[in-house]
């Protein structure tokens, strides 16, 4: 079955770019999503890339896929408190509703 | 009301306690969802209705019985649960599954649920 992998932490100093990284492993996937939960919220949908691109900017993010290695990255520029968050990616394929999530990265920022 | 709520927001049960968890959209969508979010463990979907007719169980044990008595709403019976049942309960909400485009999912800010 589909499996989404993620690391369960990252800390970035304020101001310096954040990288959360994710691998999947459905080669058939089509939609790619980045989720952002913060404390005591449900999950906001920040950006979804579709498999036929490589990248996808959207002011301070960045999504980056490598369709050959199964790879996604969300980087955020110039990272800020209020980015402190759990980062959940998520993939699905097209005409199926069901989402695949991985375990969600909890991005603490350093003052 | 805006987006997708979810009332209560936070539920202590004994296991021997029937409770329900409501779920609303007001996106005017078709397809609703429920997920359970437990600590380091991948959100793992447990229901999916569409035009209130269910899609997708996803091996959920019964003593968590959904209802979707309109495309708007979406309950979560909870009947015998047992304390690793304990978690944050999610909806979700999407236009129709199929259609070109992402199709993003709404989520609601959950439901904490601790089984005693």
């Known amino acids: 079955g589909e499996d989404v992998e993620q690391s369960l932490f990252l800390s970035v100093r304020e101001g310096d770019s954040s990288v959360i990284n994710c691998t999947y492993t459905d080669s058939s996937s089509t939609y790619l999503y980045w989720y952002k939960q913060e404390p005591g919220a449900g999950l906001q949908l920040l950006t979804y890339i579709f498999s036929n691109m490589d990248m996808k900017q959207d002011q301070r993010l960045t999504v980056l896929l490598n369709k050959k290695d199964k790879h996604l990255s969300l980087r955020i520029a110039d990272t800020q408190t209020g980015d402190s968050a759990i980062y959940f990616c998520a993939e699905r394929n097209f005409g199926n509703e069901k989402l695949t999530f991985g375990t969600g990265t909890r991005l603490t920022i350093i003052p | 009301e805006t987006g997708v ?42 229901f999916v209705y569409n035009f209130k007719e269910q899609t997708e169980n996803n091996s959920v044990p019964s003593r968590f019985s959904p209802e979707c008595p309109n495309s708007s709403h979406l309950f979560l ?40």
Do not use: I
């Not at chain 2, 690793?84 to 959950?110: H, I, K, M, R, V």
């Open chain 2, 77 to 116: 019976h909870l009947h015998t649960l047992q304390p690793e049942d304990s978690a944050l309960y999610l909806c979700a909400s999407s236009e129709a599954p199929g259609l070109a485009g992402g199709n993003e999912q709404f989520f609601g800010p959950g439901t904490r649920l601790t089984v005693l």
């Open chain 2, 5 to 46: 709520t979810q009332t209560p927001r936070h539920l202590v049960m004994g296991m021997t306690n029937k409770k329900s968890l409501k779920c609303e959209q007001h996106l005017g969508h078709n397809a609703m969802y429920w997920y359970k979010q437990s600590a380091k463990k991948p959100l793992e979907l447990m």
